[in-house]
């Protein structure tokens, strides 16, 4: 496609369920970079990937989080044993190459943790 | 702590008035800036950016100033349009051991132009 896109749209999760959030980013793009957007909030960082090696995983913010990019491709935004304040909505980018800047965004997956 | 300041979360402007949102950093090391666009349920889309090395960008109706010493920059809209409406992020990067750019964005502004 054109863009990037990310699946579900929407996601509502009981305390404690596992979630995985899809990415497809635009086709032949390096980077990926996955970012969390609390309520009232700007995007903040979580992980980047550079074609499947992920490079920087600083942002995640506890070992539930997990991200892979295992062909370069797709990559999966998985959180395990979710809480209430993993309640969020997760945006998605890619760019063509490293040093690139403005990345596309997806439209995001909202999680919700009830 | 916040890297990336927007002190003002709403910002309401006439149809063809001059519309300036404003952000401060505090990190001396971010190099480049970005403004992103907003529209509810849509993710961000690029805007304008600049280079620490410049103080202003302009591209149509939008011009981003950087003033380093203050750690400031703003978004200019001149003229705004209702079109405009939307929740404006600054970002900023600075460079890193892989040269990738991972960005620090404020908070938002929700800019409303009135027809």
């Known amino acids: 496609g054109a863009g990037v896109s990310q699946s579900p749209r929407y996601k509502v999760a009981k305390r404690g369920q596992d979630v995985a959030l899809r990415c497809d980013p635009i086709s032949g793009h390096v980077s990926l970079f996955w970012y969390q957007q609390a309520l009232g909030q700007g995007p903040e960082f979580l992980t980047y990937f550079q074609n499947e090696a992920q490079l920087d995983k600083s942002g995640l913010p506890s070992d539930r989080f997990f991200a892979e990019r295992p062909e370069g491709s797709v990559s999966t935004l998985k959180i395990q044993r979710t809480q209430q304040e993993d309640s969020a909505v997760y945006l998605c980018?890619?760019?063509?190459?490293?040093?690139?800047?403005?990345?596309?965004f997806g439209s995001g997956t909202r999680l919700t943790v009830v | 702590d916040q890297q990336v300041k927007q002190n003002s979360p709403s910002l309401s402007v006439q149809e063809g008035r001059i519309s300036i949102l404003n952000c401060d950093y505090t990190?001396?090391?971010?190099?480049?800036f970005l403004w992103y666009k907003k529209y509810p349920a849509e993710g961000p889309t690029f805007l304008i950016s600049i280079s620490s090395i410049k103080d202003k960008n302009e591209d149509g109706r939008f011009t981003v100033f950087l003033n380093k010493s203050a750690k400031h920059l703003s978004l200019h809209i001149v003229p705004s349009q209702p079109g405009d409406s939307a929740v404006y992020f600054c970002?900023?990067?600075?460079?890193?051991?892989?040269?990738?750019?991972?960005?620090?964005f404020g908070s938002g502004t929700k800019l409303n132009v009135k027809p």
């Open positions: 990190n001396s090391m971010f190099d480049y």
């Open positions: 970002a900023a990067s600075p460079r890193n051991l892989y040269n990738f750019n991972k960005f620090y």
């Open positions: 980018a890619s760019s063509l190459g490293v040093g690139s800047y403005g990345y596309t």
